[in-house]
């Protein structure tokens, strides 16, 4: 499978504990985007990477909240002392930017996070 | 206000039937324009980019009206297959293209 992949798929955890979760884009997409989606929501934008350099972050990332790419590859997103309001879905996307062209964000299926 | 609003749902349609769905978006800066279909507990795939001129993907038409900042999707002769939610997207040149999506809204083909 050459799609973004990501793990875990479901995570549960108690509140305050941290949490990380990875993502894999497609091979040689140099954009990489965190987006969350809650129940009857649509998706919100977190982050996004190009190549390694994190160029932008939501205000819905508070400082809890730390993603990293470090080799321009896989992310990880990681989430401190976790809330009952991060429960929600986190999704993965990847994008080959060229010029300055738009480029299809392909997704991933999400990890969906339960915080108890 | 929400930065993309949509017409709220659920859809429930018959099967052969004709949809449409609106949207309607905030930002007059945005460029780039997307309906995207999310199946239940599946990730957004890309449907339909939407331009100005208006365009077709076999039953499926978009249309987008930027002096009214508003989008939408047509769905004609509807199967038990695009059963999902719709989602309106849009996105601003040169943000990234971040993408800023509508909640959605959910269609029900029915026999």
């Known amino acids: 499978d050459t799609g973004v992949s990501q793990n875990p798929r479901h995570k549960i955890t108690k509140r305050g504990q941290n949490v990380t979760f990875r993502c894999d884009p497609i091979s040689e997409h140099n954009r990489l985007y965190w987006y969350r989606q809650t129940l009857g929501q649509g998706p919100e934008f977190l982050t996004y990477?190009?190549?390694?350099?994190?160029?932008?972050k939501s205000r819905l990332l508070s400082d809890r909240f730390s993603a990293e790419r470090p080799k321009g590859s896989f992310s990880t997103l990681e989430i401190q002392r976790t809330e009952q309001g991060d429960s929600a879905m986190y999704l993965c996307a990847s994008s080959l930017r060229r010029g300055g062209k738009y480029n299809e964000q392909f997704f991933g299926p999400g990890t969906r996070l339960t915080v108890l | 206000r929400k930065e993309v609003e949509q017409d709220p749902g659920p859809f429930n349609v018959p099967e052969g039937a004709t949809v449409a769905f609106n949207c309607t978006y905030s930002n007059s800066a945005s460029q780039s324009f997307f309906w995207y279909r999310q199946d239940c507990r599946k990730e957004p795939k890309l449907l339909m980019s939407?331009?100005?001129s208006g365009n077709e993907d076999g039953r499926f038409t978009a249309q987008l009206n930027r002096a009214s900042q508003y989008i939408s999707l047509l769905i004609r002769d509807s199967k038990l297959s695009d059963s999902a939610t719709y989602l309106c997207v849009v996105s601003l040149t040169g943000g990234g293209n971040k993408l800023t999506f509508g909640t959605g809204t959910q269609l029900k083909v029915e026999l």
């Open positions: 990477f190009q190549n390694e350099a994190q160029l932008e």
């Open positions: 939407v331009y100005s």
